[in-house]
């Protein structure tokens, strides 16, 4: 037995709540031709004669299988969709309601894309998915360390690690599924430093024979809500020129020199963007570019073909999230207009930021002590410098009060969606 029919094997748990439905279905149909009775051939005239024996008010009696009716068709609707449910997804039968209005909700959210990698992406992208479910994150390819790296290099595939983050941040799933995939082996001849995620990636990539068919399925096991693409499909590495003239090749590298960026490229130069990416930016309703590093994690992407161009095109509203701190060997020094500066002239100069978000919430001493000792420090908010690029400064207390100095994911989330919201206005 096969398909539809399937439904009525013994032992599915939803043929007494259809036919419960189909009773009150009849029960309801009854009571509404008992209530509108006219007398108007002889098959009703008895029909009439026999109510009239039984029961006192015939439309007392309609009224009363008209309410059981539609009581029991909304039981058996009840009854049966959680007996799928509890099939389907156990943890939610009890918040059904809330589960269908959550989703409903987010469906009808504003067109997010989000542009970078890094624990910056992830960060933000676990505050957005609550007001939205229409996000596309589009992610850097170009990590060439770690463990990603070391698949990258052996396996020959794009490297995994900023897409995994993505997914489980995008993910609509239980933590314990959360914690596997983002697992990382402490041990093991040739497993030590691997992610369990990344080799999940890479597994799925080489059974399906494809890097997209891989995400997509990694999408459908963590319940993502939204898209996550590379940025390009071509195997691209980072370059780096310094001030000084020199270069290196290789994103796990650009910090180490510890010398002053002049400018990123990607190589080779003309790796296409994915289109479902371009699409994505055409379509939107904001577009986010960071929070995450700022030559390694948000200006690759920019330097990817028509990236740039698309974006400018695009009329949603576009904004940079400034970095809280300064990374060594890569942003030291650099004010939150240094960093503005950078992206607008990766971009060609191209108009492809409207707002920037500054954080002005002060650290406390401990956290100062244990970045400052790191060579990392706060962002300098200055905001006229910003307004001299043409874009528009937003400052505002957005740090998470943990241990790790980083962006507060919720408040973070709801000062873009008041953007978008205050943007819809103006137009």
């Given at each position: 037995?096969?398909?539809?029919y399937?439904?009525?094997?013994?032992?599915m748990?939803?043929?007494?709540?259809i036919?419960?439905?189909?009773?009150?279905?009849l029960?309801f149909?009854?009571?509404?031709?008992?209530?509108?009775?006219?007398?108007?051939?002889?098959?009703?005239?008895?029909?009439?004669?026999?109510l009239?024996?039984?029961v006192s008010?015939?439309p007392?009696?309609?009224a009363?299988?008209?309410?059981?009716?539609v009581?029991?068709?909304?039981?058996?609707?009840?009854?049966?969709?959680?007996?799928?449910?509890?099939v389907?997804?156990?943890d939610?039968?009890?918040?059904?309601?809330?589960?269908?209005?959550?989703?409903?909700?987010?469906?009808?959210?504003?067109?997010?894309?989000v542009?970078?990698g890094?624990t910056?992406?992830?960060?933000?992208?676990?505050?957005?998915?609550?007001?939205?479910?229409?996000?596309t994150?589009?992610?850097?390819?170009?990590?060439?360390?770690?463990?990603?790296?070391?698949?990258r290099?052996?396996?020959?595939?794009?490297?995994?690690?900023?897409?995994?983050?993505?997914?489980v941040?995008?993910?609509?799933?239980?933590?314990?599924?959360?914690?596997?995939?983002q697992?990382?082996?402490?041990?093991g001849?040739?497993?030590?430093?691997?992610s369990?995620?990344n080799?999940?990636?890479?597994?799925?990539?080489?059974i399906t024979?494809?890097?997209?068919?891989?995400?997509?399925q990694?999408?459908?096991?963590?319940?993502?809500?939204?898209?996550?693409?590379?940025?390009?499909?071509?195997?691209?590495?980072?370059?780096?020129?310094?001030?000084?003239g020199?270069?290196v090749?290789?994103?796990?590298?650009?910090?180490?020199?510890g010398?002053?960026?002049a400018s990123?490229?990607l190589?080779?130069?003309?790796a296409?963007?994915?289109?479902?990416?371009?699409?994505a930016?055409?379509?939107?309703?904001?577009?986010?570019?960071?929070?995450?590093?700022?030559?390694?994690?948000v200006?690759p992407?920019?330097?990817?073909?028509r990236?740039?161009?698309?974006?400018e095109r695009?009329?949603?509203?576009?904004?940079?999230?400034?970095n809280v701190?300064?990374?060594?060997?890569e942003?030291?020094?650099?004010?939150?207009?240094?960093?503005?500066?950078a992206?607008?002239?990766?971009?060609?100069?191209?108009?492809?930021?409207?707002?920037?978000?500054?954080?002005?919430?002060?650290?406390?001493?401990?956290?100062a002590?244990?970045?400052?000792?790191?060579?990392?420090?706060?962002?300098?908010a200055d905001?006229?410098?910003?307004?001299?690029?043409?874009?528009?400064?937003?400052v505002?207390?957005?740090l998470?009060?943990?241990?790790f100095?980083?962006h507060?994911?919720?408040?973070?989330a709801?000062?873009?969606?008041?953007?978008?919201?205050?943007?819809?206005?103006?137009?």
């Amino acid at each position: 037995m096969k398909g539809r029919y399937r439904w009525l094997i013994p032992g599915m748990g939803v043929k007494r709540w259809i036919a419960l439905m189909i009773l009150g279905v009849l029960l309801f149909t009854l009571g509404i031709i008992i209530w509108d009775y006219r007398v108007s051939s002889p098959a009703e005239a008895r029909l009439l004669r026999l109510l009239n024996q039984y029961v006192s008010s015939v439309p007392a009696a309609a009224a009363v299988l008209i309410v059981v009716g539609v009581g029991l068709g909304c039981l058996g609707v009840r009854n049966l969709i959680r007996s799928i449910i509890e099939v389907v997804s156990p943890d939610e039968v009890d918040d059904l309601a809330e589960v269908v209005y959550r989703r409903r909700s987010l469906g009808r959210g504003p067109r997010i894309v989000v542009i970078g990698g890094g624990t910056g992406l992830s960060t933000l992208l676990r505050g957005l998915k609550d007001y939205s479910s229409n996000i596309t994150a589009v992610v850097t390819v170009a990590d060439d360390g770690g463990s990603s790296g070391r698949i990258r290099e052996e396996l020959g595939i794009l490297p995994p690690g900023d897409i995994r983050n993505t997914l489980v941040a995008l993910a609509d799933t239980e933590p314990l599924m959360e914690r596997l995939f983002q697992y990382r082996f402490s041990w093991g001849e040739g497993l030590t430093g691997h992610s369990f995620g990344n080799l999940f990636i890479a597994a799925m990539t080489d059974i399906t024979g494809d890097f997209e068919t891989a995400i997509r399925q990694f999408s459908k096991v963590l319940a993502v809500r939204g898209v996550v693409l590379p940025s390009t499909l071509a195997k691209v590495k980072l370059k780096a020129t310094y001030t000084d003239g020199s270069e290196v090749i290789g994103e796990s590298k650009i910090p180490e020199a510890g010398k002053r960026i002049a400018s990123v490229s990607l190589v080779p130069r003309n790796a296409e963007a994915h289109p479902e990416a371009l699409e994505a930016i055409e379509n939107a309703d904001m577009i986010v570019l960071g929070p995450g590093s700022l030559y390694t994690s948000v200006i690759p992407n920019l330097l990817v073909g028509r990236v740039c161009e698309v974006l400018e095109r695009s009329k949603a509203v576009k904004v940079y999230v400034c970095n809280v701190m300064t990374q060594p060997g890569e942003t030291d020094q650099m004010s939150a207009a240094d960093h503005v500066r950078a992206v607008l002239q990766h971009a060609g100069q191209r108009k492809i930021i409207d707002y920037v978000l500054i954080n002005n919430q002060s650290l406390t001493p401990d956290q100062a002590r244990k970045y400052g000792s790191e060579d990392s420090y706060p962002v300098k908010a200055d905001v006229s410098q910003v307004k001299k690029h043409g874009v528009i400064p937003i400052v505002a207390p957005m740090l998470d009060q943990g241990e790790f100095v980083r962006h507060d994911s919720q408040a973070l989330a709801k000062a873009l969606i008041n953007l978008v919201i205050e943007s819809k206005y103006l137009r």
